[in-house]
């Protein structure tokens, strides 16, 4: 973020108006915009509120912003404020489009991780830097020569790579498959979006879990489905209410997380994935189980996916490298019936031309070399010692104050809040205190939830302190 410069001989109130007419000029600040507050502007650039009022009244005398009284200051709806010629609104093309932006919370936990980068971070859902195999990735590097060709590659992707995610696929969770059924995608958040925008229509109702990480995605309603919930909870009557959803709104299309479910860390047991399976086959409805988690698993191996059971191809299988390895690596994969495979490559093609092919073959290397099950068994390790933190220090700072269950693999611990809070508030009072979190409204439930990704903080000893830090932001906003 730019700051600045103290030692220069133009006064920083100057400075700082110079950096905001540049950005405004830019069109990062459009006409008729909402600039930053005074207060937070200052604290932003670490100078007095009162360099603000300088540098915003210099603004002011040549006509760019405007303030009023209750309302804040907006930049001028008229270029320069000279002539009154109008300049492009470019807000309304911002807050046009059929594409929606993120919900409001995860806007303001990016804004606040990137404005403090020192916040103890529990509510990215990815895995720190600390526990990604770098050095294997960089000796791979060193060993192999990667190709000289760099032109665009088959958009269902790099054939080597779908070559090896056969062999992973069946060695790990037991799915028989052809590289011909898989399609390499940059995450399963591509996955999900080429589902949503390219097998289903606007005004289509589809089935997604309660609480569910899908319910965070914009993607859905930039679609136009209609979202209907499943709850994650007991499995008893869960049949029944597949069929009711599909008898009242013809749900088309059901999205399940069945291992280490994402927010709440439930394991599906082997009753609820056989009657998933026997309903789907008997309604013809399909089903998307997204498995990110699986290999995570600390104790015991878990049940077989879905797609492993699946004996009447009722379900699209969707994984990442995000969870097990690397985010920034952005290498997903998608396992469905040919057809859909060559619908969905066509509609990539059109988007991006298909993934990079260097970062593919590093994966195809990774997968196939002696480092993959070493880097799970200490991944796995890792992330238990991490949970255990966790659990320890909820203990001690927050003794009666939220339930939770203990995960046995993921990365995240999903908790039900004693004290009445409102979500809102329990956040800006934790980012106060140098610790950020996500709310569990975020995924669909009501006040009262919140989710800690334990994957995520640099170190594991801020795990500790962290939690001390939300305690007290929590016994605040309860008062």
Known sequence: MWKPDRDSKKPIY????????????CSEFPPGSLLPSERKLAEQLGVNRSTIIQAFAELRSIGLIESQLGSGTRVSQTKWGVTPQYALN????????????????????REALHQQ???????????????????????LMREHTYTSYLGYDNPQGYVPLREALVTYLARYRDIQTTESSILITSGSQQSLFLIAQCLLSPGDAVAIEDPSYCYSLPMFQSAGLRLFRLPVGSSEGYVDE??????????????????????????YDMARRSQLLD??????IPIVEDDPFSLTAYDSPVP??????????????????SKIAASGMRIGWMVAPNAIVERLADARQQMDFGLSVIP?????QFLT?????????????QLQFRRDSLLEAVRQELPGLLTYVAPQGGLHLWCKLVPKVHDGKLLEEAIRRGVVFVPGSVYGSSDGYVRFTYARPRDPREIGPGIAKFAEALREAAD
């Not at 077989?304 to 994984?319: E, R």
């Open 369 to 381: 070399s002696a480092y993959f099950e070493p880097h799970l068994e200490r991944l796995r390790l």
């Open 242 to 267: 597949i069929r009711k959803l599909v008898k009242k709104h013809g749900i088309k299309m059901i999205f399940m997380n069945p291992n280490f479910q994402n927010p709440t860390g439930t394991l």
């Open 360 to 364: 593919q073959q590093i994966v195809a």
């Open 279 to 284: 309903v789907a086959s008997e309604l013809g």
């Open 117 to 139: 980068p020192a916040l103890i971070d529990f509510a990215s859902g990815e895995l720190a830097g600390s526990l990604a195999p770098t050095e294997e990735i960089q000796q």
């Open 304 to 321: 077989p996916p879905l797609k492993a059971m699946d004996t009447g191809g009722s379900v699209i299988y969707i994984g990442s490298f």
């Open 90 to 109: 470019w807000r309304k093309y911002a807050e046009g489009g059929n594409f929606l932006p993120n919900v409001p919370f995860l806007r303001r936990i």
């Open 14 to 25: 100057e400075q700082i108006a110079a950096h905001l007419e540049q950005r405004i000029a």
